[in-house]
T-cell receptor, first 114, second 114 residues
Framework: DQQVKQNSPSLSVQEGRISILNCDYTNSMFDYFLWYKKYPAEGPTFLISISSIKDKNEDGRFTVFLNKSAKHLSLHIVPSQPGDSAVYFCAAVGSSGSARQLTFGSGTQLTVLP | KAGVTQTPRYLIKTRGQQVTLSCSPISGHRSVSWYQQTPGQGLQFLFEYFSETQRNKGNFPGRFSGRQFSNSRSEMNVSTLELGDSALYLC?????????????FGPGTRLLVL
C-alpha cells in the first residue's frame, strides 16, 4: 500500500523548457513534504520542501505546489538544464507525535535533453 | 562540515551470511534513519535512532536490526541474508528527531547477495 505515489517513472524535457514532476499521497496526516534529487552512486540530496499550511514554495528555478484537497504536489523546474537530469523523489512526513518518518515515492527519472 | 559517511560502499555476500553496515552522521546530528532502495520501490524506511534509542521501525522482518552509539554513529545488521536483500542501503541524519527536520543522506552501501 503505497502512501506516496509517483506515477511517472520517467520524464524527458528539452533544455530551457519547464519540467513538471508529480506526486500523489493518500495519508491525510502528512503535513510536510519534501523533494529530493538523486544522482547515480550518490545519496539523495534535499531540494525543496513545503509545509501543509502553504500551497506554494519557491527557491530559484524550483517551485513546489501543494493541493491538499487533491492530495497532490508537484515540482516545477524552470528553465530545465541538463544538470537537472536525475531521479527525483517526493517524500512526506506525518505529524504523529514524536515519531517522525519520511515516506518516499518510487521516484521519477528526469532527463533534460540539450 | 563533513557530510554523512557510510562504510563500506560496496559489499558482496552469499545467502545465509550476515552483514553489518556503518553510518557516521553529520557532526551534531543526533538522529539517524536507515532506508533500503531497490529498483522500482523507491526508498523503504527501515528504522530511526535517536540518542541511542530506536524511535521508529518500518515493515521489515526481524533479520534487520540496528543500533546507535553514544557518538550518534549507527550500525545496521542483516542476518541470514536472502537474495532479495540486494539493494542500496542509505542512512540519513538530522539534528533532532521531531519536527520538520531535513534529512541529509550518505552515499549508501550497495549490497549484493549471491
Amino acid at each position: 500500500d503505497q502512501q506516496v505515489k509517483q506515477n511517472s517513472p520517467s520524464l524527458s524535457v528539452q533544455e530551457g523548457r519547464i519540467s513538471i514532476l508529480n506526486c500523489d499521497y493518500t495519508n491525510s496526516m502528512f503535513d510536510y513534504f519534501l523533494w529530493y534529487k538523486k544522482y547515480p552512486a550518490e545519496g539523495p540530496t534535499f531540494l525543496i520542501s513545503i509545509s501543509s499550511i502553504k500551497d506554494k514554495n519557491e527557491d530559484g528555478r524550483f517551485t513546489v505546489f501543494l493541493n491538499k484537497s487533491a492530495k497532490h504536489l508537484s515540482l516545477h523546474i524552470v528553465p530545465s538544464q541538463p544538470g537537472d537530469s536525475a531521479v527525483y523523489f517526493c517524500a512526506a512526513v506525518g505529524s504523529s507525535g514524536s515519531a517522525r518518518q519520511l515516506t518516499f515515492g518510487s521516484g521519477t527519472q528526469l532527463t533534460v535533453l540539450p | 562540515k563533513a557530510g554523512v559517511t557510510q562504510t563500506p560502499r560496496y559489499l558482496i555476500k552469499t545467502r545465509g551470511q550476515q552483514v553489518t553496515l556503518s553510518c557516521s552522521p553529520i557532526s551534531g546530528h543526533r538522529s539517524v534513519s536507515w532506508y533500503q532502495q531497490t529498483p522500482g520501490q523507491g526508498l523503504q524506511f527501515l528504522f530511526e535512532y535517536f540518542s541511542e534509542t530506536q524511535r521508529n521501525k518500518g515493515n521489515f522482518p526481524g533479520r534487520f536490526s540496528g543500533r546507535q552509539f553514544s557518538n550518534s554513529r549507527s550500525e545496521m545488521n542483516v542476518s541470514t541474508l536472502e537474495l532479495g536483500d540486494s539493494a542500496l542501503y542509505l542512512c540519513a541524519s538530522s539534528l533532532v528527531a521531531t519536527g520538520q527536520e531535513t534529512q541529509y543522506f550518505g552515499p549508501g552501501t550497495r549490497l549484493l547477495v549471491l
